[in-house]
């Protein structure tokens, strides 16, 4: 049987986009399905009945949901290029800061952004202590992976890309090179990785999107 | 070099208890350190910085913290009692719903027992949409892992175990056989298991203690 790979996703959604990074470095050739997620398919709702949410990878009709779940699948699935790196402690350092990158991270920096503006300034001093723990991790490495892109970066790729939209879009600043030289260097080796690259949405439509979205009353002028 | 393992826990911690039922069923032997959480050890801090929390395994020195990392990682070190299954399609199905109860079941538990009485009936609503979800993933398995407990129904030790507790501590019930057949069942299943049994905290130092901890 030909083997049937479909991705469910929204274009600007750095969790399906996480999902795309994943298979493009492992080669792997799928079909992607966009989503309007306010008008959500009858293939989505089918699909991942509980969540009802992107991404959902379905691999020969059986669908997989929750991206750092799919990244793993991925992984397990197809040979090639290694997302996590073999050594079980390695393994369970790597899942330590993908978890805490989802866990932790990713609220206060949306809040610090896009949050009522009395909540602003506490969200971005919780977000600059939390950025300050994945600065330290990177240590000399060039990725958090070591010296090629693993499952750590893909994850992390909200805060090398789609937290300099936030920052362009919303006017706050977190991730400054005084603060955080290393995660910028990261920041910037990984965009210009030629994989993720091709993979990443349009800024400027970002940019646009967020703006739109969020940005409301507390939009910069 | 012979191996040592560590593992630093709360005696009343389901996280605790969940890394000690996978250590029990793999065989492997440990020593087991008690964390007074109103006064953390230094090696609790050292080995735990970031968050400061039970538990953490230390294997040859080196820490695992956050209990469904740990679970995998036992998982990949030990051989014998597999905690995952081998399919790869179903380690996917596994993952989803450890991530579920852990994501959507606990808040809404401590939503239940913990948030404020005007809160409860809608919390308790809430609580059961979530519960009806795991009631059907069950279907007709005697555990979530299948024929035998894995790492789901490790995961579920807080509605295995601690929920009843809770509901004793509050008076507060939630999870009735006529509404959740199967669920009930499985913990009957789960808390009657010889290895399980044998590593819960007893229930009668467990329900006065969460009764201290919500305040009643």
Not at chain 1, 68 to 73: A, F, G, P, R, S
Request: aromatic share 12%; hydrophobic share 40%; proline share 5%.
């Amino acid at each position: 049987m030909a083997e049937e790979v479909l991705l469910f996703g929204v274009w600007g959604s750095p969790f399906s986009r996480r999902v795309e990074m994943a298979l493009k470095l492992k080669g792997v050739e799928y079909k992607y399905m966009e989503e309007d997620i306010t008008n959500k398919s009858p293939a989505l709702l089918k699909y991942n009945p509980i969540h009802k949410k992107i991404p959902v990878l379905v691999h020969n009709g059986k669908p997989i949901a929750e991206s750092q779940v799919i990244l793993e699948y991925i992984d397990e699935t197809w040979q090639g290029y290694s997302l996590l790196p073999k050594d079980p402690y390695q393994r369970a350092v790597a899942r330590f800061w993908a978890k805490f990158i989802d866990d932790k991270c990713l609220q206060p920096v949306f809040k610090a952004c896009w949050g009522e503006e009395k909540d602003r300034e506490k969200a971005a001093e919780e977000a600059t202590e939390l950025l300050k723990f994945l600065e330290e991790e990177l240590k000399e490495k060039r990725f958090f992976g070591g010296e090629s892109i693993g499952m750590v970066d893909i994850v992390a790729s909200i805060i090398a890309f789609w937290l300099g939209v936030f920052e362009e879009a919303s006017g706050v600043k977190l991730l400054t090179t005084e603060k955080f030289p290393k995660l910028c260097n990261w920041a910037h080796e990984f965009v210009s990785n030629g994989v993720i690259k091709e993979n990443l949405p349009p800024r400027d439509k970002l940019i646009a999107y967020f703006r739109n979205r969020f940005g409301g009353a507390n939009a910069s002028k | 070099m012979a191996e040592e393992v560590l593992l630093l826990g709360a005696w009343a911690s389901p996280f605790t208890s969940r890394v000690e039922l996978a250590l029990k069923l793999k065989g492997v032997q440990y020593k087991y350190s008690d964390e007074d959480l109103n006064n953390k050890s230094p090696s609790l801090l050292q080995y735990n910085p970031i968050y400061k929390k039970v538990p953490v395994l230390v294997h040859n020195g080196k820490p695992i913290v956050e209990s469904q990392v740990i679970l995998e990682y036992i998982d990949e070190t030990w051989q014998g009692y597999p905690l995952l299954p081998k399919d790869l399609y179903e380690r996917a199905i596994a993952r989803f719903w450890v991530k579920f109860i852990d994501d959507k079941c606990w808040p809404a538990l401590q939503k239940v027992f913990i948030g404020e009485e005007k809160g409860r009936e809608k919390a308790v609503e809430e609580a059961y949409e979530v519960l009806k979800f795991l009631e059907k993933e069950l279907k007709e398995k005697r555990f979530f892992g299948g024929e035998s407990i894995g790492m789901v129904d490790i995961a579920a030790n807080i509605i295995g175990y601690w929920l009843g507790a809770c509901e004793e501590a509050t008076g507060v019930e939630l999870l009735t056989r006529e509404k959740f057949p199967k669920l009930s069942n499985w913990i009957d299943e789960f808390v009657s298991n010889s290895v399980i049994k044998e590593n819960l905290p007893p229930r009668d130092k467990l329900v006065p203690f969460l009764r201290h901890r919500f305040g009643l």
